[in-house]
């Protein structure tokens, strides 16, 4: 019980950063799923996709926090869940 408790605030949590971080949405549809099958520079696509939504700034330390993002974000949800739609508003 106390695992689930830590794992729902961890969502919450992200879903919280990816709201003040925010700026438009990004565009794609890739799922946790289909991530998770990508090869790395097709990973690393979507991930500066996202930042530059995000922070229209792109770094290297912004996409190594963008990728702890959708990690542990993918971890939590079902692998049909949509990463742009979830972390990119």
Do not use: W
Not at 33 to 50: P, T
């Amino acid at each position: 019980m106390l695992m689930h408790s830590t794992k729902h605030k961890l969502l919450v949590g992200l879903v919280a950063g990816a709201i003040l971080l925010s700026g438009c949405g990004a565009s794609g549809d890739a799922t946790c799923g289909d991530y998770k099958q990508m090869s790395e520079n097709d990973q690393h696509k979507v991930v500066k996709a996202l930042l530059k939504k995000k922070t229209r700034k792109p770094s290297k330390d912004g996409e190594d926090i963008i990728r702890m993002e959708i990690s542990a974000f993918c971890a939590l949800v079902q692998p049909e869940t949509k990463i742009i739609e979830a972390l990119g508003k």
